[in-house]
């Protein structure tokens, strides 16, 4: 423990200590109580700071109060009230341990007292029994000593006749219930219970002339001072009087404390306290409940803000499912940036009023999940859930005075609409917030509705996401190889390596179906990586038959070339392959390069030094900057196939002529590229007359269906050799 932590340790204890010793009469000096707590204080801390948490050593704290004679419930109310606030325990963990603890604690103390106010009521009953056991031998100190324990109990007691009526009543039982104890005998006990527990009293009593094993148990309500409620813990137990009369003793102890105390911790536990909202705790326990068709809410914790009922609803699914709506406020982090997380918290408390306002008729139940983000249950959806979802941004259209400021306030809201019982609560609750993300998505104020489709697609895409690191290990990639054809002469200039994936469930799966994934998700790093090994091995093999400028090109992702080990790694791959640099070609796309960091510009520039050349894929679709490309290390430009695709004539499509736009700017990108001294690339030439055009245009090499489609190694080592034998 830190000199700081220990310091805020006894300034807790002496606070503890002096608040107990105000409250309530502890047999100890104010020393020995100091010492006392310090212990419990080290225990306490050590609740905050455990990794798990174990209750029964929070309720060892509270019988540890008890043990000591702190008895008052205003020191136990002081306790949790320091648990609460106190700088040593406020920082020390999060919110639920804190609520935990305090329940715990409060069960532990509430426990101990019990047990002992059961001893006490054992010892009285004891009393009992030996004072009419020896009223023969020695009646009036019999009687003395019964009136004693009876009169100064602490607890009511009442003596009831075989006629079930109260014989005798004690001074604590008429304060209990607000009446003077002569006035209580001749009446049945049950005559000043609650109306809705007068029969259960009624029948325990009767039960204990009718044979009922004793002692027995039970917790009722009572009408107390001026007819307020009272909740009495009551034990009653059977005593043999002489001329074989039998007695009941009845020994009531006021719970009203306890239960009130357990009802503020049971609502704590059920809702936010920050908007009196339910909490997510509420939230899932009543999804589960309705689509499982149970009644098992807290209670008291129903409603939008806890006010009414929480109880079930049937079956899910019986009247068209349930539905959630998703509630996420837009840009919420720069009202707390802005305005400071004390107006942060008014705008979550003014939204929370506005949602339970709008949806109060509605009979919905509206959480507080965490942060800015809401959830509303809508139960026997058939529909209402998009209603729900647009009353909710409609409540936020006008703006929000908080702390003097007038903010406008908008979200997004996902909706899941008329789910029936095959989703499980936490599969409702990640249904809900993707489409959330689709809402927030696109813009802000948007409300989107749950598409099962789309979300087995995303599904889909995840899991092939998730199966791609594992199916670079287990050689699930294979490299296909496409050739390059100068336009001239017709020559294979070099491939272009071309990743394909043979999914085992799946099947072979193209570029298109994983790229992008790889791309978004960064799995394009590593198996970049193993494509660039795998192809430069590949040429390598190439090199006894090839002709001593034949290259192979392989594509870097934006993610490869913001790498800072991208040099270090494209050395170790031609040093481990024994390729030469000159032989390897990187293609790149515009966005790749050209942006403000320097890091990619470094990088190529120190690819190009040691002898890599470097190609600009799909030229014209992005920056086009022909002024900065002036300045890059690039030695090939690479025009896309959608300007080549225009250039087909009548010969080829039987539909008309080449657009001459696209004619234009493909004879103008060769003109400028060839100015600044750099092979010209025509990726998808799929026909004679595009192969024609481009050759007249003076294109250097051609790419497309039209000379190849991609194909295995063995199709380009077949194609080399015959090309060699062809020369010689």
């Known amino acids: 423990m830190t000199r700081e932590v220990d310091a805020r340790r006894t300034r807790f204890t002496k606070r503890w200590a002096r608040g107990i010793a105000d409250r309530a009469f502890v047999p100890m000096s104010s020393d020995e109580l100091v010492g006392y707590l310090s212990d419990l204080s080290d225990r306490i801390v050590a609740l905050h700071t455990a990794a798990t948490f174990d209750p029964d050593q929070a309720r060892e704290v509270g019988a540890a109060l008890v043990a000591a004679d702190v008895t008052d419930s205003g020191a136990l109310g002081l306790t949790l009230t320091l ?18 603890i305090r329940a715990a604690l409060a069960d532990g103390f ?116 001026d007819g307020a409620l009272v909740w009495g813990r009551m034990t009653l137990t059977t005593i043999e009087a002489p001329a074989g009369h039998q007695y009941a003793v009845a020994m009531i102890e006021d719970s009203t404390e306890r239960r009130l105390l357990e009802a503020r911790l049971e609502y704590q536990a059920w809702h936010d306290p920050l908007t009196g909202l339910a909490n997510r705790e509420l939230l899932l326990r009543r999804l589960n409940e309705t689509l499982t068709g149970t009644n098992g809410s807290p209670h008291g914790t129903g409603g939008n803000n806890g006010n009414g009922s929480a109880g079930g609803t049937g079956a899910a699914g019986s009247a068209g499912g349930i539905g959630l709506c998703y509630l996420d406020l837009d840009g919420f982090k720069s009202v707390n940036d802005s305005y400071g997380h004390e107006t942060g918290d008014g705008v979550l408390v003014a939204v929370a009023q ?22 509303i249950l809508i139960d026997d959806a058939d529909g209402e859930p998009v209603r729900c979802g647009e009353r909710a941004l409609a409540a936020l259209r006008d703006p929000l005075r908080v702390g003097g400021h007038e903010l406008s306030v908008s979200a997004c809201v996902g909706v899941v609409d008329r789910v029936v019982d095959r989703f499980t609560a936490a599969e409702l609750m990640q249904a809900a917030d993707t489409t959330l993300y689709w809402a927030k998505s696109e813009g802000a104020g948007r409300l ?28 699930e990639f294979v490299v296909e190889y496409q050739p390059l054809v100068g336009l001239a002469d017709n020559r294979l200039r070099g491939v272009e390596a071309l990743v394909r994936w043979r999914h085992p469930e799946l099947g072979w799966l193209p570029p298109d179906r994983f790229i992008n994934l790889a791309e978004e998700t960064g799995a394009i790093v590593p198996l970049g990586r193993w494509v660039l090994r795998s192809a430069c091995e590949q040429a390598q093999r190439w090199q006894d038959i090839a002709a001593d400028d034949f290259f192979v ?67 014209g679709t992005g920056y086009s900057n022909l002024a900065y490309l002036r300045r890059l290390p690039v030695h090939a430009l690479k025009i896309a196939g959608s300007f080549v695709s225009g250039m087909a004539d009548a010969t080829d499509n039987g539909v008309g002529g080449p657009d001459p736009v ?23 030439v799929e026909t004679v007359g595009q192969a024609s055009r481009l050759r007249e245009f003076g294109c250097d090499v051609g790419q497309g269906w039209h000379f190849a489609r991609p194909s295995a190694p063995d199709a380009i080592t077949a194609r080399l050799i015959a090309e060699r034998n062809n020369h010689h």
């Not at 594509?555 to 080990?565: P, T």
């Open 83 to 100: 648990l609460t606030d106190d700088p040593l325990t406020a920082t020390a963990g999060t919110a639920k341990r804190r609520r935990e």
């Open 553 to 619: 090109s392989v594509n870097l992702a934006v993610r490869q070339a913001h790498e800072k080990h991208l040099t270090d790694e494209v050395s170790e791959v031609l040093s481990s392959t024994g390729l030469p640099a000159d032989r390897l070609v990187l293609e790149l796309t515009e966005s790749a390069i050209m942006g403000p960091a320097a890091e990619p510009l470094r990088a190529l520039h120190a690819l190009t030094d040691m002898g890599v050349r470097l190609a600009i894929d799909d030229f």
């Open 448 to 475: 989107a509705v749950f598409d099962p489709d789309r979300h087995a697609r995303e599904v889909a895409r995840y899991s092939l996401a998730a199966a791609m690191p594992a199916a670079v290990e287990h050689g």
């Open 354 to 375: 506005r949602l339970d306002l709008a949806l109060r008729r509605t009979g919905c139940l509206v959480a507080r999940t965490g942060g800015d983000e809401f959830v």
């Open 662 to 684: 696209d004619e234009r700017i493909v004879e103008t990108l060769v003109e400028l590229a060839h100015a600044l001294d750099l092979t010209v690339i025509a990726e998808g």
């Open 110 to 225: 509430a426990a101990a007292l019990r047990e002992r106010t059961l001893a006490e009521q054992e010892s009285i009953r004891l009393a009992l029994v030996d004072a009419r056991r020896q009223a023969e031998q020695a009646l009036s100190v019999s009687q003395a000593r019964f009136q004693a324990v009876f009169s100064e109990a602490a607890i009511g007691i009442a003596l009831i006749d075989d006629q079930q009526r109260i014989a005798d009543a004690n001074q604590a039982l008429g304060d209990l219930l607000g009446r003077h104890p002569d006035g209580l005998a001749g009446h049945g006990l049950d005559e000043y219970a609650h109306p809705q527990d007068a029969g259960a009293v009624r029948s325990a009593v009767a039960g204990l002339f009718s044979g009922t094993p004793t002692p027995v148990q039970l917790e009722r309500r009572f009408a107390g001072r």
